[in-house]
């Protein structure tokens, strides 16, 4: 098992695999996170396929053949676990040789042959909450995973569809999924976003990205995953809802403290 409940769970990285340029830096600084944290788990995350972006124009990324290499490489010179998103039953197999988590986006959570797929590699899989649906509405979901092979089985919260183009956190979420007796993780940058909202492109809000963390930690959660990036301002997706690398070892340390308060 990856999770571990005397652990604050981090999934961290950049939100596309853009390059080596770009992803072993954030590799280095999550290394030294797991290092100077002991009650920490840290998964580098990072996708090579967006393919969810909002205008057909926009990139996506290095694709499957060149982003399982990259990964690979990340993971044996870094040693951290690995995650990804899996878009089509064909790619777990192959995503599966190589991470450690399997993710199953938000817009594809109910993809019954997706989640069969993931299930059978039998890889942990980080199933994220769709934006449209209720907590009320994951124990199918986690139960098609658990009939379908699924051994450890997270589930994310990314906030819900609340009028055009934004989102909020029902801090109740993180009880209610706990329902499935199953962890639970807490998405603060998607979380953040306004989809759609830059005119063909998705734009987000990062400044709330560590008042959200800090108060759904309270509420509960289990973990935590947070895009990161050198310089986001530069990023090809999810540029203003990523936390700039620099700072992401103090916002790490300021939610650990909440996390440690909420255990006792």
Known sequence: ?????????????????????????VAEVLVGLQSSHPDLKVIFKASYDKANRTS???????????GLALLRKIGGTSGLPLLTDVHTPAQAASAAEVCQVLQIPAFLCRQTDLLVAAAETGRAVNVKKGQFLSPAEMPFVVEKLRKSGAQEIWQTERGTTFGYQNLVVDMRSFSLLKVCGRPVVFDATHSVQLPGAGGGTTTGQ?????????????AGADGLF??????????????????????LPSLVEKCLKIWRAARD
């Open 1 to 25: 098992m990856i999770y571990s409940p005397d652990k604050l769970l981090l999934i961290a990285g950049p939100c596309s695999l853009e390059s080596e340029e770009i992803s072993f830096p």
């Open 56 to 66: 057909l124009d926009s990139p996506r990324g290095p694709g499957l053949e060149a």
């Open 206 to 218: 990062r400044e709330f990205v560590l008042p959200l963390a800090k108060a759904a930690l309270a």
């Open 226 to 247: 947070i895009e990161t990036h050198p310089d986001p301002e530069k990023a090809i997706s999810d540029g203003p809802n990523q936390v700039p690398l620099a700072e």
